[in-house]
């Protein structure tokens, strides 16, 4: 109790001093841990990655990319991760640089109601009858007032109510800071094995029966592409069983797929880049499907859809950046997305992401 305590304390702490003092930062707790973990750097320690890229071997740190690496960076923070018990408070003293201009303006909102986003879907759902496409996913954002919590705390609440999630914090001055709970793994790698997922389907916590034909159909593309990725990589993927897998109000359909032995850099860059962004979270085809959203969306993704994670000298946690929020000091921007085959119904597709939504709501509004 005393240790949780102390590294509470500590969290508050270096929370306040990156934001007063404008360093980037993250913070961090690991699916069915206990543990907070911390890590801060001067912003021009903070390097940029070309692409789908990891930071070369023996490197440790953090990595935060984007949707479309392409049209935002990816960033590594070339510092290891320390459990927040043993966070040198004085040492972020370092860190400090006046000459670090102040997060962006308020955000524009970019939120559509049901009528413009039936639209967005039926445009989809039309590439998808005409053979374009085979599946998309539709995102939205939802905005609103921030209330009265401050950014640790909404990070300490998420953590509190989604054990099983990937909880994160991260803050990039004058680029924006970002909080998420995230099912997802995208890449887990101990130096003996990789793991990944295919993670797609979606339907309220709970349901009884059997899962309905257009959300198989869905999450099959997802894990159908994820083994082809790893073949053309010259590995041998294990696919496991599906099942059920519960994300707070929602619950969705979960393939694992393991890949045994060690990898080289050069592999597991080939393999980040064959992977990202999955159909879970993009489309397939790949290419086509960025294409569309980019054609449709109203928003950009920015890191929404992205990856993060802590990176060791031996492997690497990677997550999907879903179930995620952007936070200024006024506002609240949620991101989520849905879905779409062939077969889809856009209110049906609505629906669900305001299920999504509420995963984060619930932890905003209490």
Not at 94 to 116: F, H, K, L, N
Not at 212 to 241: F, M, N, S, W, Y
Not at 277 to 289: D, F, I, L, M, S
């Amino acid at each position: 109790m005393g240790e949780n305590t102390t590294a509470i304390s500590c969290l508050r702490q270096a929370f306040e001093r990156s934001l007063e003092s404008r360093f980037p930062a993250y913070a961090f707790r690991l699916p069915g841990d206990s543990a907070f973990y911390w890590g801060a750097c001067p912003a021009h320690e903070l390097e940029t990655l070309a692409g789908c890229t990891l930071p070369g071997e023996g490197r440790e740190g953090f990595l935060f990319a984007p949707f479309d690496s392409g049209a935002f960076p990816s960033l590594f923070f070339p510092v290891k991760p320390v459990r927040a018990e043993a966070i040198d408070l004085e040492a972020l003293n370092r860190c400090a640089d006046s000459s670090v201009r102040a997060d962006e303006g308020p955000m524009p909102v970019t939120d559509c109601d049901y009528p413009a986003y039936e639209q967005q879907a039926l445009t989809l759902i039309g590439a998808m009858r005409r053979g374009e496409l085979r599946k998309a996913v539709l995102s939205r954002t939802v905005t609103l007032r921030r209330p009265m919590l401050s950014d640790v705390e909404l990070f300490l609440r998420l953590a509190a109510k989604y054990p099983a999630a990937f909880v994160s914090w991260v803050h990039l001055p004058g680029r924006g800071r970002w909080i998420g709970a995230t099912p997802e793994t995208l890449l887990d790698y101990d130096v003996r094995r990789l793991s990944t997922m295919a993670l797609a389907g979606t339907r309220k916590a709970g349901t009884p029966g059997e899962w309905g034909t257009k959300e198989q159909e869905e999450q099959q593309i997802v894990a159908d592409t994820i083994v082809a990725a790893l073949e053309r990589c010259g590995l041998d993927p294990v696919v496991g069983a599906r099942f059920t897998k519960v994300a707070a109000q929602v619950e969705h359909l979960c393939t694992p797929v393991t890949v045994e032995g060690r990898l080289t850099d050069s592999q597991l860059n080939d393999i980040l880049g064959a992977l990202h962004p999955t159909p879970a979270v993009g489309g397939y085809p790949k290419e086509a499907a960025k294409v569309w959203i980019d054609r449709v969306e109203p928003h950009r993704r920015r890191y929404y859809g992205g990856y993060l994670g802590p990176v060791q000298a031996d492997g690497m946690r990677l997550f999907v950046n879903l179930r995620c929020m952007e936070v200024d000091d006024g506002y609240v921007r949620l991101y989520v997305g849905g879905g779409l085959t062939a077969q889809s119904q856009p209110a049906s597709e609505w629906c669900e992401t305001e299920a999504k939504a509420q995963t984060l709501l619930s932890v905003i509004n209490g």
